[in-house]
């Protein structure tokens, strides 16, 4: 008689288990990623970086500058899983957000208000060693901004828009701060805050026609869950069309000005083409008000910041 062969029974069985361990790892990694929102993160480590770069150049000792990042890279990830306890009730009205974690029910408020200010606490205490309590101080402020102002002004008024803006050019400061900017410019050098503050009206001004692109392409979702979106104020399109123009024209000489510290003809050429071709997609919106169009505008922007950021660095360190 042949024997039992239980490997051959216990294979099909541990692979199943190997599969289902993968899977549920798999998910936990994806509830981290919507949490965290790395893509919103990197936007904002990327213009920290470029606000210190263009105040100081590249540091003696990069490594406070990557600590710093670090920090402000937790203080990120803390305001979005506060945004998404603050919103949950609303992500569970839209089919784009319904699957987050806390509005699907897969992770308690109670625990990721632990997550949330566990990796404020981190970050801010990474921040100060490493930046300072100057730019520690902006990156909470950009923290209050967009948790306490913005998160719950969406469901009240359409300036919301105008008040994540805010928070959005913030990292600006942090990076400026962390380089000792206002030291810079008291001893006679405004190189750093001249770049800064064109930077930072620059974020300001691109997050428009940026935001109002998403607002398009989701408004009826927004209209869903009552947010108070200039889209669904006004269903025409017509003033977010409106707004997303006048904000993409008057960034070109923002962008412009990107150039002043260095006086570089590259960069100058660089920012000018960036913001132009930003104005003409927001200019198309404007007119056609359609999902195409909408798109369009969205993935120009996208491509016209990174563009931006990059000649900001390659071409437009301090001398």
């Known amino acids: 008689m042949t024997p039992p062969q239980p490997v051959a029974v216990a294979v099909p069985a ?12 798999a998910v936990v990694g994806a509830d981290i990623g919507q949490l965290v929102r790395p893509k919103i993160a990197l936007m904002v480590l990327a213009t920290v970086a470029t606000g210190f770069w263009l105040t100081a150049g590249r540091p003696a000792d990069v490594r406070p ?12 990830a803390s305001s979005s899983i506060a945004n998404q306890i603050l919103e949950r009730h609303t992500d569970r009205l839209m089919p784009r957000t319904a699957d987050r974690p806390v509005a699907a029910g897969r992770l308690s408020v109670a625990a990721a208000w ?7 606490a ?9 930046g300072g309590w100057p730019a ?10 967009y948790v306490a102002a913005y998160t719950p002004l969406k469901r009240v008024s359409p300036l919301n828009t105008a008040v994540g803006a805010v928070a959005g050019a913030l990292p600006v400061a942090i990076g400026w701060l962390a380089a000792d900017g206002p030291a810079r410019l008291v001893g006679g050098d405004p190189r750093g805050a001249v770049g800064a503050a064109a930077l930072g009206a620059v974020l300001y001004l691109w997050q428009f026609p940026h935001f109002m692109a998403i607002a398009w392409l989701y408004r009826r979702q927004y209209a869903a869950a009552g947010l108070q979106m200039l889209t669904v104020v006004d269903p025409s399109g017509l003033r977010a069309g409106g707004q997303s123009l006048a904000a993409a024209l008057a960034m070109i000489p923002a962008a412009l000005a990107l150039a002043v510290p260095s006086a570089g003809i590259r960069l100058f050429l660089a920012a000018a083409l960036a913001a132009i071709v930003y104005a003409l997609a927001a200019v198309r919106f404007a007119i ?20 931006l950021l990059t000649a900001a660095v390659v071409l437009g360190p301090p001398a």
């Not at 632990?114 to 404020?120: F, H, K, N, Q, V």
Request: glycine share 8%.
């Open 14 to 25: 541990l692979a199943s288990e190997a599969a289902a361990e993968r899977s549920s790892w």
């Open 65 to 76: 500058l990557l600590w710093l990042l670090v920090g402000t890279a937790l203080v990120a």
């Open 114 to 120: 632990s997550a949330a200010l566990a990796l404020l």
């Open 122 to 130: 981190a970050g801010a205490a990474m921040s100060v060693l490493s």
């Open 136 to 145: 520690t101080c902006a990156a909470l402020a950009t923290w209050v901004l």
């Open 288 to 307: 056609r008000r359609d999902d195409a169009s909408a798109r369009g505008l969205l993935l120009t922007s996208l491509g016209s910041l990174l563009g």
